[in-house]
């Protein structure tokens, strides 16, 4: 039966922003990959394939392919580069690279590393050469990802509402009586593994439950859908919590326990009551009312289950309230009539769904990105995180049933113990620091795996202002991208079955990518451009056994003792199971170490409630606008980001780009399905066909993110976004970009060029 | 080439979420001019769109391959015998023995014969053979993303298959055309509203 001609090789395909990743099993015929199937795993429902999976020898096999190093010949952008070796690569970058540290200091290089097929220690390797130069890692969290950890960091202290990865939401534990699904669609997106899992939870009882402004698939699946408006996530949540409250409905003990609720907050300050407000000899203690000698008394861990959750006091002269109590004055503004105005959810709806939440045994709030996109989302998230707070479901969303695997990071974070290592900064504060040398001007950079012109907000912005202020850009890329024809210098890279990486997914497996075939034409590994050009910086020793030492290094943690490189490369191992009942303890990273639904620090901001502040720009309210309709933008499940836009057996299935929007819209600017439409802004023009779905919330335009701009008419999706930052992002932990918070208009478009 | 089998597949449209995965799986692993199983969707005018009216929607995806019918039409019409039943139930469409008539797209009450024009012969899903042979199933059931298709032995009332097609409403396609298909859908559940 085995054909003794092919030779199997057990590999995994990281086209998912690292954080998840198939098994894949792939069939060699003399130097060829000529088949790809899903691996085998100890747990059969891990094993899994998804379309982009299945056309990943297209990736490698691909005419297009970039073959050997070039450098610009032509302007920027425009496309023209002439081969030179890896030898002159290295000779110029060495060459840039003291010149422009010797006048700007090492800190004007950056290192500007995506998303999309990263694994682990690909990333790592541009860390520790990084850290190594004392130069920026420029972060990708801010190109969408960011404000999931802006909220999350402020209301649990992690930097995910969720377990060990949302996967880990579901696994070795009962499934939960209604699954809250919220701005996230697994159906088509990431995490790879989530839909099985949810359908497994639905088939055994679980009510479904999905939230978003388009009808997704997962929507779909639901058993209620929840249509409402871009950008009104916390509104919806404040809504929900002031049906909870009127009812009675909240889980005072789990408040009591595991929330700042009960500190007392001052109403002159905004900040809790310290023992040192009120000369009590703990200083740094909170305050609270104590109910059986209804007198107040600093916190300890045997007083703190009898403290008032409600009223208002006088200490000291100084009026006071528990945080819950200010959490319950704001939501009680958020009447069903009025939610309903603001979010576009029907009143009965909303009232049926708080009732719902609070009254079931166990809900799992499955949350990710999509509110996070907007202007506010950080907030969304805390507001959503509140409600499964004051309903005692905190547990049963971020706790999991298997040990997570911890990377060794330091050896890449730091690569010289007592040394400082590299500067960090956002991405989107990159286009300051480019364009006006705000905080410190970056001169150089280097992409890898990020197509950044195409993905990121404003590009208009990127090749009027960013660009020409960029003394030397070196891109790795598999092909000329929109992005590669801005380079000076491109270097041909392996597709991931070329190179070797270790994969820390899917969630509890661990799994080695491993090279399946010979680097293609003169392309080299990621890792291994690194460990050359380190070489000839004179950092060579730090990067000794190419890509396995990194993996022997960055597997060197307690999590993984036991299983090495070679284990690996037959099977996916699974992590140990926690003993049976146990679950880890709720501990959270806040300045009170527990959940903040009051963070104190953020009253100036007027954001120390999960308040809803309109949208930066979505004109979510009626009205005359200029620009009425709020682009969005929905992730494919033809592409991860922009990986896999040039594929052929893909746009088979989905040939371009299109604008979808609600039947209402479309009829008041005559467009029907097919027509090609331009839409607009200040920013840009995009062009392209339109398609009328209902499947959309009148007054959305829905984009899909990830096409390249060559493949739109004129303009592109991220022509009409804005690179704003907001401050409050920016303090916590990293400003994010609104591509979900973005006003359009949209029209025929009459003679749009072809 | 039967062994008192009987292959029959259950696709459970609960699970389905319309990924298309199949279709591609088919197409590459038996390297055909189209997709041996296309899907669907029952919703709006357009693929991948709902019916109804927001908030208000549904969409299922109905995946429709061959259904190897007990009574096959296609098998009757060919004059060349290029296409069988097998002992087994799979409905086999050799290659090498079609000359490209299209009698077979005609008589299938399906549409789901295709014609390849780049060599002129006809082409169907032929439930894998190839791997089934060799006691693997069909490519499209590993690379099912929602584990939504099922495949296996309606002789064996312990079979997975067996089990849903007893437990579940399962259905069959165009009953009325008396072709008795061996492929079986699962409806979806029931929406639980709030």
Redesign the interface.
């Known amino acids: 039966?085995v054909n003794p001609e092919i030779r199997l090789v057990r590999t995994a395909c990281p086209a998912h922003c690292g954080i998840d990743c198939c098994g894949i099993l792939a069939h060699v015929k003399d130097g060829k990959v000529i088949?790809l199937?899903?691996a085998e795993f100890p747990d059969e429902?891990d094993?899994?394939?998804?379309?982009r999976g299945?056309?990943s020898l297209d990736i490698t096999y691909h005419p297009d392919r970039i073959k050997y190093p070039m450098k610009r010949v032509g302007e920027r952008g425009e496309g023209k580069f002439e081969r030179i070796s890896w030898d002159e690569a290295y000779e110029i970058i060495v060459k840039k690279f003291k010149e422009i540290s010797e006048k700007y200091g090492w800190k004007s290089i950056g290192w500007a590393l995506g998303g999309p097929g990263a694994g682990t220690t690909k990333f790592g390797a541009y860390l520790r050469l990084a850290s190594l130069t004392q130069s920026t890692r420029v972060s990708a969290w801010g190109y969408g990802d960011a404000g999931l950890p802006c909220g999350s960091r402020v209301i649990l202290g992690r930097q995910f509402p969720y377990g060990h990865l949302h996967v880990a939401t579901f696994w070795q534990r009962k499934y939960p009586e209604l699954l809250m699904v919220w701005a996230t669609n697994p159906?088509?997106s990431m995490p790879l593994q989530n839909?099985?899992r949810l359908?497994d939870a639905?088939?055994s009882g679980t009510?479904v439950?999905v939230v978003d402004p388009r009808?997704t698939?997962?929507?779909?699946?639901?058993?209620?859908?929840?249509?409402l408006n871009p950008a009104t996530d916390s509104a919806l949540a404040l809504g929900i919590m002031n049906v909870i409250f009127q009812n009675d409905l909240h889980d005072k003990e789990f408040i009591l326990e595991y929330t700042n609720g009960p500190y007392l907050v001052r109403i002159d300050t905004g900040k809790m009551i310290r023992g040192k407000d009120i000369n009590a000899n703990k200083e740094d203690a909170y305050v609270i009312w104590h109910r059986p000698s209804d007198s107040h008394k600093t916190l300890s861990r045997s007083n703190v289950k009898e403290a008032s959750l409600t009223g208002s006091y006088t200490i000291e002269g100084i009026e006071c309230k528990p945080a819950l109590q200010l959490l319950m004055d704001l939501s009680s503004e958020y009447t069903p009539e009025k939610t309903a105005e603001i979010t576009g959810v029907e009143k009965e709806?909303i009232i049926?769904?708080a009732k719902?939440i609070a009254n079931a045994k166990k809900v799992v709030f499955l949350t990710h990105m999509g509110f996070t996109r907007t202007y506010h989302g950080d907030i969304s998230l805390r507001g959503v995180i509140s409600v499964a707070a004051i309903t005692g479901n905190v547990n049963a969303t971020v706790s999991s049933g298997y040990v997570p695997g911890g990377l060794n990071w330091n050896p890449f974070l730091k690569a010289i113990p007592d040394k400082p290592s590299f500067h960090r900064m956002g991405i989107l504060n990159l286009y300051d620091a480019v364009i006006s040398g705000n905080p410190y001007p970056i001169k150089a950079l280097w992409f890898a795996f990020i197509n950044f012109l195409n993905q990121c907000a404003n590009s208009n912005k990127i090749i009027e202002q960013f660009y020409p202020n960029l003394e030397f850009i070196v891109q790795t890329e598999l092909f000329m991208t929109p992005s590669a024809r801005y380079a000076d210098l491109i270097l041909p890279v392996c597709s991931f079955l070329e190179f070797s990486d270790f994969m820390n997914s899917p969630y509890p497996n661990i799994q080695l990518q491993q090279k399946v075939i010979e680097p293609l034409f003169e392309s080299k590994s990621d890792v291994t451009i690194v460990a050359e050009l380190a070489d000839r910086l004179g950092y060579g020793k730090y990067f000794e056994g190419g890509e396995e030492g990194l993996i022997d290094l960055i597997m060197d943690s307690g999590s993984f003792k036991g299983i090495t490189r070679e284990t690996l490369k037959t099977k996916a191992v699974q992590l140990p199971k926690l003993p049976e009942g146990a679950s880890f303890p709720l501990s959270f990273g806040t300045p009170s170490r527990k959940i903040e639904l009051y963070a104190e620090q953020l009253y100036e901001d007027g954001e120390a409630l999960p308040v809803y502040l309109p949208p930066f720009e979505a004109p979510v309210t009626p009205g005359e606008k200029k620009y009425p309709l709020t682009l969005i933008n929905g992730h494919s499940?033809f592409r991860t980001h922009s990986m896999f836009a040039n594929i052929q057996?893909?746009l088979d299935?989905n040939p371009e780009p299109l604008v979808d929007i609600?039947p209402i819209d479309a009829e008041k600017r005559d467009i029907r399905?097919g027509d090609i439409v331009t839409v607009y802004n200040d920013r840009a023009r995009t062009t392209l066909k339109a398609?009328v779905?209902?499947?959309?919330?009148?007054g959305v335009a829905d984009i899909t993110e990830g096409w390249w701009i060559e493949q739109f008419r004129e303009g592109s999706l991220n022509h009409l976004t804005h690179d704003t930052i907001n401050p409050v992002q920016d303090k916590v932990y990293e400003p994010n970009m609104h591509m979900n918070d973005v006003a359009v208009e949209i029209t025929k478009s009459e003679g749009a060029k072809k | 080439m039967s062994n008192g089998k009987k292959f029959v597949m259950v696709i459970d449209q609960e699970r389905c979420f319309g990924c298309e995965a199949c279709s591609i799986a088919c197409k590459i692993e038996n390297n055909t001019s189209d997709y041996g199983i296309k899907v669907e969707t029952q919703g709006g005018a357009v693929k991948d769109t709902p019916r109804g009216n927001f908030p208000n929607l549904t969409m299922d995806f109905l995946p429709k391959l061959c259904n190897h019918c007990e009574n096959p039409p296609c098998v009757d019409s060919c004059p060349e015998d290029a296409l069988q039943k097998r002992d087994d139930g799979i409905v086999v469409l050799d290659r090498e023995l079609c000359t490209g008539c299209q009698s077979c797209l005609t008589a299938c009450p399906y549409n789901i014969i295709v014609f390849d024009d780049s060599n002129n012969l006809a082409e169907k899903c032929n439930f894998c053979v190839h791997r089934v042979d060799q006691g693997l199933e069909p490519f499209c059931v590993i690379c099912c993303e929602g584990q939504a298709i099922h495949f296996g032995d309606l002789n064996d009332s312990d079979s997975v298959v067996s089990q849903l097609i007893s437990e579940k409403n399962t259905f069959q396609l165009k009953t009325e055309e008396g072709t008795n298909p061996n492929v079986y859908y699962s409806p979806p559940r029931l929406k639980r509203r709030l």
């Open positions: 039966m088949k199937e899903p429902r094993r899994r394939i998804c379309l299945l056309v159906a088509e839909m099985r359908m639905k088939e009510q439950i009808f698939v997962t929507a779909s699946k639901a058993d209620e859908y929840i249509g709806l049926k769904l719902r499940r057996a893909l299935l609600h399905t398609r779905t209902e499947g959309v919330k009148p």
